[in-house]
C-alpha cells in the first residue's frame, strides 16, 4: 500500500516530506511484532499512527485498545490496566479484566506512558518481558500475546536522565521510533487542513461557500499552533 492509500484510507491530510516519512515508517514496522515508540506534540496525531500500525499488520482482525495513561486516577490504574479480582480491595464487587488482558492477541496503545510513576512502569516492565501478568488480588497466571505501541510528548532520554522514567522500560519499549512532526514544521499542509476544517464546517451547517483570503493563508501559515492538529 502506498503513502497516498494510506494517507486516503486514514483520513491522513498533508503532503509534508516530514510527515510522509513518519507515514512511511509506520508503513514499514506495521507488518512486524516491534514494540513502536511514538513521539509529537500533543494534538499531532500520535493515535492516528498507532491505528494506521495495528490495521496494516497481522493483528488487524485483532483487538485494538488505546489508554490515555494520563486520563487514569492514580488509584485505579493498577486495576485499569492489569485487571482485578472479585474483593482485591473496597468496591471490587466483581471480577475485572484489565486492558493488557483485553488487547491480548491484538494491539495496545499507551498514550502518555510517561505519565505513569515508577511503580506501574515496573509493572508494564515485567508485562512486556514474561508476556504475562496476575490480576490485583489474584493468583492465576494470565499468558499474554500482544504488540505494544507507546507514545508521549515529553523526551524520554531526558526522563530517564532526571529518573522519572525507567531506564530498563525505555529501552524494552524503543523497538522503533516514530517522530510526528509538529503542524508548525509541516508548510501548506497547514492551509489543506484549514481548507477541509472550513469545507466541512460549512456543508455541516448548510452555509454558503466561502475560501480563505490571501492575507488569511498568510497568518494561518505564520500561526505556531501549541496545539497542532487538535487546535
Known amino acids: 500500500m502506498t503513502t497516498l492509500e494510506i494517507k486516503q484510507r486514514f483520513g491522513v491530510i498533508g503532503n509534508s516530506p516530514l ?5 512511511d515508517i509506520a508503513a514499514q514496522v506495521a507488518p512486524t511484532d516491534l514494540s513502536v515508540l511514538v513521539t509529537g506534540e500533543s494534538g499531532s496525531g ?11 499488520s497481522a493483528r488487524k482482525h485483532g483487538t485494538y485498545i488505546a489508554v490515555n495513561c494520563g486520563a487514569i486516577p492514580e488509584g ?9 479480582e472479585k474483593g482485591a480491595f473496597t468496591g471490587a464487587v466483581a471480577r475485572k479484566i484489565g486492558k493488557f488482558e483485553e488487547a491480548n492477541g ?8 510517561a505519565e ?3 511503580s506501574i512502569q515496573s509493572k508494564i516492565l515485567r508485562v512486556l518481558q514474561e508476556r504475562e501478568l496476575i490480576k490485583v488480588g489474584g493468583t492465576e497466571v494470565i499468558r499474554l500475546d500482544i504488540r505494544l505501541i507507546v507514545a508521549t510528548h515529553k523526551n524520554l532520554t531526558e526522563e530517564v536522565r ?15 521510533t516514530i517522530e510526528i512532526p509538529p503542524l508548525r514544521q509541516r508548510g501548506n499542509d497547514i492551509i489543506l487542513l484549514a481548507d477541509h476544517f472550513l469545507e466541512s464546517f460549512l ?3 448548510k452555509l454558503p461557500k466561502v475560501k480563505f483570503s ?9 500561526y505556531h499552533y501549541p496545539g497542532n492538529v487538535r487546535e
Open 19 to 23: 510527515l510522509d516519512r513518519a507515514m
Open 46 to 56: 500520535k493515535e492516528v499512527f498507532s491505528k494506521i500500525i495495528h490495521n496494516l
Open 76 to 84: 485505579t490504574i493498577d486495576s485499569e490496566l492489569f485487571g482485578h
Open 106 to 113: 491484538g494491539t495496545i496503545f499507551l498514550d502518555e506512558i
Open 116 to 118: 505513569l510513576d515508577f
Open 162 to 176: 532526571n529518573r522519572t522514567f525507567r531506564e530498563d522500560l525505555f529501552y524494552r519499549i524503543m523497538g522503533l
Open 203 to 205: 456543508s455541516k451547517n
Open 214 to 222: 490571501k492575507e488569511a493563508k498568510k497568518r494561518l501559515i505564520e
